[in-house]
């Protein structure tokens, strides 16, 4: 009896190699948390103060989890409970400073809780999309060093770098998605800051922390387009995945053909099915329901928006 409890435990260990929830089931009902920020100045639709744009809500209600918004401008405290109540964490698209924002110091809070658990083996994923992105790359770094270039409306095929095709991210991903990815000009770069080969590569902390799996280039310089984290379930898309199922504005980089929106699909998909390794809860029924987004009504800004569908918040 002891060398079958022997056995397991062996095989147990075995299967865990990367830290996992792999002792205990899949949530099947994971929430995840998706970070407001500051409104647009310009933005005439806007409300009270900060926004989440529709169309990251629908991207991960598509594959399966639902939707908290995280306020900004609220107390450690609260960050700290609702951390521990959502399986996972968005940091979206926008136009915020990202060293001396609200949306910034939210997002620290969320990534140092993050770094704290996944170091004790609580699986907590992030994903960063475009300013998502740029933000983990500052709060990694403690440093700014992203770059302008000229990638401000254009769809380009991802590089893939020499075995991203087997990192965690990709490697589910069906063969005629990462062809299309890495072959077709589907994936929407809305960006005026990128981060470099060249700045990811000069700096430990960034080098050490994440992988690139895969670059683009202005033509001039390359920058990282994907890349994952070694040691965290953390993930980053310089591209907006997101936009070419849900978003309409008729501009130079937005791509609606199957093969984009395929691929947009697969990385909702990945990343819930991240976000259903842990067991994070709200503390009752009534009090998960009082903070879905079901709770608010996004409004309708025209077809002619960057953003279709906003969400705004007090
Ligand atoms: C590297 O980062 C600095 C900011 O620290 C920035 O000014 C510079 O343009 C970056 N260079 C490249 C090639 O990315
Ligand atoms: C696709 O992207 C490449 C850059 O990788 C560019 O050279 C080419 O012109 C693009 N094609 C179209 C149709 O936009
Ligand atoms: C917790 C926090 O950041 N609170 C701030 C919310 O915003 C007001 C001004 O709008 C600040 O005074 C608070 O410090």
Redesign the pocket.
Known sequence: MYYQVLVIAVFAAFLCGFPASCARSLNDRPIIGILAQENLEDDPHAQGTSYIAASYVKHLESAGARVVPIHINRTEEEYEKLFNAINGLLLPGGDVDIVKSQFTRVAKIFYELAVKANDVSDYFPIWGTCQGFQQLTVLTSN???L?LTDTKAVALPLTFSPGAQKSRLFKKFPKDVLQSLSEENITSNFHSWSL?M??YSSNAKLKHFYRVLTTNTDGK?EFISTMEAYQYPFYAVQWHPEKSPFEWIEKDGMVHTLSAIKAAFYTAHFFVSEAMKNHHRFSSQSEEEKYLIYNYQPVFKGTNSIFLQNYYFD
Do not use: R
């Open positions: 440093k700014n060093l770059t470099s060249q700045n310089k």
